[in-house]
Each structure stands twice: as structure tokens, then as C-alpha cells.
């Protein structure tokens, strides 16, 4: 990338609204100088610098930028590290070797997961393998219901069933690689939101061969937005529901609330829109086009995970879930609904990237256009 590091990070991505807030920077630094806010974003903490400043960036370092997934050419690099070319315009949702809609077979996988349970049935077959000795995902915060989750490093079958499900407040999930780094965990599996995701294409992209070697499957999550915590609770509490009441959310068109005394509501997505979280408003990839695999339920029957397998890696593992029986799969164009959401959400999210000039010498590459 030449000579870039945390000021240009900073500049172009923290200060410009870019940010994700991802922490893949904060993962990376080798240093340990780039903290972490409670809302999100990525800081300078080094003694005695400034926050757009890093003494050891100035000595050389840069690893902060190469792990970044929304800093320059991001988009185009890694598709061609992944894919090996750049995506078409009518590839709206990344490239892909297949989709799929997949369930797993074991009940208790099945039930305890979203949808169809795919990500669970994929992480427990990684331990059940020996493919991996850590997961890094998330768990539900005690005491905060659905409605707030924190990263969490996930070491086993048990770990995995116990945090299954979905979240809809953001967790930076690769802030658990410190504790598997610690642990010298040696095979790990990220699971994350689209810009996680990225990640997968960054370390191998950019040269972060630490990562590159760890990291050995990433799970996407399809992701159009996460709501802040204290927005939620406005919402609820305008319907008459207290937070603490709440058992379970889902997200599908529209906000789907069960609560403790067995009723069921729903709220109009709309009302939600206002409290999106900061890092999500600019956010064009829905998809996590550069995962190995990218999950979601967004079709006409929640008792399936649609997926796209994305890479070599991806359909190896795929492969594996499915020869074990773990894992049932039907085509993906089964569900029309499914797939029609799944062109319209990533055509929208993509639109979401400004075009607006950078500060001088500043670099914003524009997406490629879609059809």
C-alpha cells in the first residue's frame, strides 16, 4: 500500500464515517496502541500521541491499514485475492460458486440456531474435526436480554450451542482473537457481520500471513443494519414492552418481539431505521461477499439458512458438513422470496457508499456499479 499507516487510517476511514467498526485494526496491531470505544470505533491510546498520530506507524508500520476492509481499493483487491477476478456489475451480491438453502439435521443444532442452523452445524463439525480449536463469535451480555451481545472466543460444541442465535446490537467479534492469540489457539473460525467478513480477504490480500494462517474459515453473516441498544428500548417501551420482559427478537421485514408471558408482537422496521448504529448507515455490503461462506434467513421459510458458498475453502466445508449428514441442502432458486431480497437488500446497501471528495490527498474508490 506504500507509505500508509494509522494517520491515513484515520483520515480516510475513522474521520470520514467509513468505519465499520470492526476492530480488524485493533485485532492486527502488533503494538497493542489502537483501542477501542464503547461506541465502536477504533482510537489512538499510544502515551503522548495524537489521535490521528502513531509513533509507530511513523517508523514504518502498517499493518493497521492492510488489515482495514473499507480502506482504498478494498473492494477490488479482494476479490481478485479471493475470486481471482474483479465481480461482474450483474453480481450484485459478490461472486459465488453456489447457493444454497441448508438445514442442519441434528434437532438440538437445529432448533438452538437461527433458522436452519447452519453456522452452528458448521462450527461444531470444525471442533467435532479437529479443523479448529477456537471460534470467534459472540454471546448475549448477563442481565440485557436479546439486545446486547459482546465478542466472545467460543473453544468448543458446548460454547457453540450456547451462544447460537442472532443478534441485532452490533459486536465486534474479532476483539476475541486477543484471548485465542493468548491462549496460542492455532485454527480458528470467524463468524461476523459483512464487514467482518472482509477480513477474510484483507489478511490474505495485504500480507497479515499471522492471520492468514490462523484464520481458517469465515462465516458471513448477511447484514443490512444493527440498532443501538438504547434505541431498541425506546421503541419497546413506546409499544408498552419492557425490555426485560423480552425473550427473543428476530428480524424479517419487520421487528418480531416474544415475550416472557408467551405473547408475540410485531413493530414496523421503520420505527427501528432512526436508531441504526453510526457504523452501519455507510455500509454497502449486505452480502459479506468476501466471506468463505455467507448466511442469512431472508427467505419464505424460516426453517432454512439460504448460503452462498464463496470460496475453494467455503465448499470444503460445505462439503464435509453435508458427506457427514450434519447438513441438508436443496437449491437456493427454491425460494424465490429468498433470492429476490437477497439482489434487492445488496443492490440498496451498495448505494449507501458516498461519492463525495475526500480532504486533499485523501482516496475514495468508488464501488463498481451494479445492473
Not at 111 to 123: F, H, K, R, T, Y
Not at 214 to 224: D, E, P, Q
Request: glycine letters at 10%; a negative charge; one cysteine or more.
Amino acid at each position: 500500500m506504500g507509505e500508509v499507516h494509522w494517520r491515513e487510517l484515520y483520515h480516510e476511514v475513522v474521520d470520514t464515517g467509513l468505519c465499520t467498526g470492526c476492530a480488524a485494526c485493533v485485532m492486527a496491531c502488533p503494538t497493542d496502541v489502537l483501542g477501542y470505544t464503547d461506541d465502536f470505533i477504533p482510537f489512538q491510546q499510544g502515551e503522548g500521541m495524537g489521535h490521528d498520530q502513531c509513533v509507530i506507524g511513523d517508523r514504518g508500520c502498517d499493518i493497521c491499514t492492510r488489515a482495514c476492509p473499507r480502506f482504498r481499493d478494498w473492494e477490488s483487491d479482494l476479490d481478485v485475492e479471493l475470486f481471482g477476478r474483479v465481480r461482474r456489475e450483474d453480481e450484485v451480491y459478490g461472486i459465488a460458486r453456489s447457493i444454497l438453502l441448508t438445514r442442519a439435521t441434528d434437532a438440538g443444532v437445529h432448533e438452538g440456531g437461527q433458522d436452519g442452523g447452519l453456522v452452528s452445524a458448521l462450527l461444531c463439525w470444525g471442533f467435532d474435526t479437529e479443523r479448529i480449536d477456537g471460534a470467534l463469535t459472540s454471546r448475549i451480555v448477563e442481565d440485557r436480554g436479546p439486545f446486547d451481545a459482546a465478542p466472545f472466543l467460543a473453544r468448543n460444541r458446548e460454547d457453540v450451542l450456547a451462544t447460537a442465535g442472532s443478534r441485532y446490537t452490533y459486536s465486534a467479534n474479532p476483539l476475541a482473537m486477543a484471548e485465542a492469540d493468548d491462549d496460542r489457539l492455532r485454527q480458528i473460525a470467524l463468524v461476523g457481520m459483512s464487514c467482518m467478513a472482509s477480513i477474510n480477504g484483507t489478511v490474505s490480500a495485504y500480507g497479515i500471513n499471522k492471520y492468514k494462517r490462523k484464520v481458517a474459515l469465515t462465516i458471513g453473516l448477511l447484514c443490512s443494519k444493527t440498532f443501538t441498544y438504547e434505541g431498541q428500548e425506546q421503541v419497546l417501551a413506546e409499544h408498552g414492552i419492557a425490555m426485560e420482559d423480552v425473550t427473543k427478537i428476530n428480524v424479517k421485514g419487520r421487528y418480531m418481539v416474544w415475550t416472557r408471558d408467551g405473547a408475540f408482537h410485531e413493530i414496523p422496521l421503520k420505527e427501528l431505521h432512526p436508531h441504526t448504529r453510526p457504523g452501519c448507515q455507510l455500509c454497502p455490503d449486505f452480502a459479506a461477499q468476501h466471506a468463505d461462506i455467507s448466511t442469512g434467513g431472508i427467505g419464505a421459510d424460516d426453517d432454512w439458512t439460504l448460503t452462498i458458498v464463496r470460496t475453494e475453502r467455503g465448499e470444503e466445508w460445505m462439503r464435509g458438513v453435508i458427506d457427514a449428514g450434519l447438513v441438508e441442502a436443496r437449491p437456493g432458486e427454491d425460494d424465490a422470496v429468498a433470492m429476490k431480497l437477497l439482489t434487492a437488500l445488496s443492490r440498496k446497501s451498495r448505494q449507501r457508499w458516498p461519492a463525495d471528495v475526500l480532504p486533499e490527498g485523501a482516496r475514495r474508490p468508488a464501488l463498481l456499479p451494479t445492473v
